[in-house]
């Protein structure tokens, strides 16, 4: 094998190569530093922290669950913008279900439920009233009618 050049000028020269010794050097060093850092942190427990619970009341809190039914000139029926049950379907079950469990949340929860039904204009009105059937059969009280009228 051929030497360098450089040494021919000095025959005693070795290369240096990686040197290991002053990276160990360095480990300790923040080995050391981490492990005094470590007894100055201070423990959670000696912090003094209450932290709020629940408030008791003695009426319902007024919280209003709104429920947007969307009638098509089609006759497609939409609760919160899922539909429900066919056109030609005049029962309604999937919706007089779906609206039978809302009412059962709102009087667990204490809440008044509130329907508003969103017809087009020129939405047959016996697709309103078989949607009104539905609202019956759910024992829901608070209803409002709008129509879909683009401005």
Known sequence: MKRPDRYKKNPFATELGFQIAPMIDVVFVIM???????????????????????????????????????????????????????????????????????????DAAKSQLMVTIVSEPDARYSRAVDVLDALAAAQIENVSFTTDEEE
């Open 32 to 106: 050391l530093f981490f492990m005094v850092m470590a007894g100055a942190v201070k423990v959670e427990k000696e912090i003094n922290t209450q932290l709020p619970g629940t408030a008791e009341t003695s009426e319902p809190t007024e919280f209003v669950d709104e429920v947007v039914i969307n009638i098509s000139e089609a006759g497609d029926v939409t609760l919160n913008d899922e539909v429900m049950d066919s056109p030609a379907s005049k029962a309604m079950p999937q919706l007089r279900a779906t609206l039978m469990r809302a009412k059962q949340g709102s």
